[in-house]
């Protein structure tokens, strides 16, 4: 005899996509007419970003040595091209950022210092960071989040247990698929944990801080846009040889959409992998690729970088040319792959591109701090560019493999 299944069975089973759009409409209306009630469930906004933290490192971690583990010979990951469309992709959003800033020149109300911030005195500090971060301790890389520690061992075990028996992938196998349905249990979450950041946020900033700041947040914004809705579609049609759109309006509605709220691109990993996961991608491929993704593919990052800093230079009426421009560009480009998985954590970067321009770190730190008044929406829209495009450029790196294998 059938039964009608429980509204629980047909709430996991719905649309996470459309259950995440009613989140967010829901966090607006309760911000709107109850600040005190918004602040209220704030928290589960703060839980659900927690916990994608809390599964993302060990899952990086268990996925990635899985798959290099239980790798058969002659496979193709596809991970060379893939890599090279992470670096092609950040450049261009440099270079995008430096068109944008060139057309639409912006000027700051610099605001105070940044108390506390520690930021890196040059490329080479942050070329030296990340070497020290490859070879740091595998459990304090899984405790402090660590994803280039973290995938540093997690290959280095995974090449070692290739040539163990065939028991002991099988288990290390089970562990990955154990961790993984771990992860989709947390991800169903997903719209409880929206609809808590949406209401704190606005209930915590409503829009008024952001007003002072409409022509640098349209800059901003726009170039990201650009990106993600030109630039990054054409990249994928050299690629594919097809309309990109369907495949680049999926992941910027699946992967784009979650990441603008948690604002971490480390926190979004697992919705990635889900993502990868539906699109019926190698996991060989993906399991490694969106975590490298969440370290080096930083367009936003780059257009964050570039714009503040040009911006910082129209304000001391710095006269910037274009080839200096450029350069700016490539700079932050190689900084944007040191960038945090973290929310703000390009912010900290504008410092070493400001330093082009003679500009004294103190001011570069109210440069830095404006980019914490507009971070509600300019390290959203950042990290929705970046970890969209970790599964654009994945997906499309596939395909193109694949067409290659049946021609």
Not at 24 to 33: H, P, Q, R
Not at 185 to 202: H, M, N, Y
Not at 220 to 227: D, E, P, R, S, W
Request: hydrophobic content about 55%; proline content about 3%; some cysteine.
């Amino acid at each position: 005899m059938n039964q009608n299944p429980s509204l629980l069975a047909r709430v996991a089973s719905g649309s996470l996509v459309l259950q995440i759009l009613a989140g967010i409409i829901l966090g607006v209306i309760l911000a709107t007419f109850s600040t005190s009630a918004a602040t209220q469930v704030s928290f589960l906004g703060s839980l659900f970003v927690e916990a994608l933290k809390a599964v993302a490192p060990i899952l990086v971690f268990i996925l990635v040595a899985s798959s290099i583990a239980n790798q058969k010979k002659n496979t193709q990951t596809n991970m060379r091209p893939i890599i090279g469309l992470y670096l092609v992709g950040t450049l261009a959003a440099a270079l995008t950022a430096v068109a944008f800033s060139f057309a639409f020149p912006t000027t700051l109300l610099l605001a105070g210092g940044v108390e506390g911030s520690n930021p890196p005195q040059g490329i080479a500090e942050v070329l030296n960071t990340l070497l020290f971060k490859i070879v740091d301790n595998p459990v304090n890389a899984l405790l402090t989040g660590n994803y280039i520690g973290i995938l540093a061992w997690a290959v280095g075990l995974g090449i070692t247990l290739h040539h163990a028996s065939e028991s002991t992938k099988k288990v290390v196998s089970d562990l990955s698929d154990g961790v993984t349905k771990i992860v989709r249990f947390v991800i169903r979450f997903a719209p409880i944990g929206i609809f808590g950041l949406v209401s704190g946020t606005i209930a915590e900033t409503g829009f008024d801080a952001l007003a002072g700041y409409a022509q640098l947040l349209a800059v901003l914004v726009g170039a990201m846009l650009f990106i993600a809705l030109v630039v990054n579609p054409i990249i994928v049609y050299l690629k594919i040889r097809r309309n990109p759109y369907p495949l680049v309006l999926k992941c910027l509605r699946e992967s784009g959409v979650t990441a603008f709220f948690t604002r971490s691109s480390a926190a979004n990993i697992p919705v990635n992998m889900a993502l990868c996961e539906e699109l019926k991608l190698h996991k060989d491929t993906y399991s490694v690729s969106i975590p490298l993704g969440a370290t080096i593919n930083m367009g936003g990052a780059a257009i964050t970088i570039t714009v503040l800093t040009l911006a910082a230079a129209n304000t001391l009426g710095i006269q910037v040319d274009f080839l200096t421009a450029v350069l700016l560009s490539v700079v932050a480009a190689v900084s944007a792959c040191g960038a945090s998985g973290v929310a703000g954590g390009s912010l900290l970067l504008i410092p070493l591109a400001c330093g082009l321009f003679g500009i004294s770190n103190d001011v570069a730190m109210q440069v830095v701090a404006v980019g914490f008044i507009i971070g509600v929406v300019q390290d959203s829209a950042e990290t929705a560019l970046n970890s969209s495009t970790d599964v654009v450029f994945t997906a499309a790196a596939c395909e193109a493999a694949e067409a290659k294998e049946n021609s």
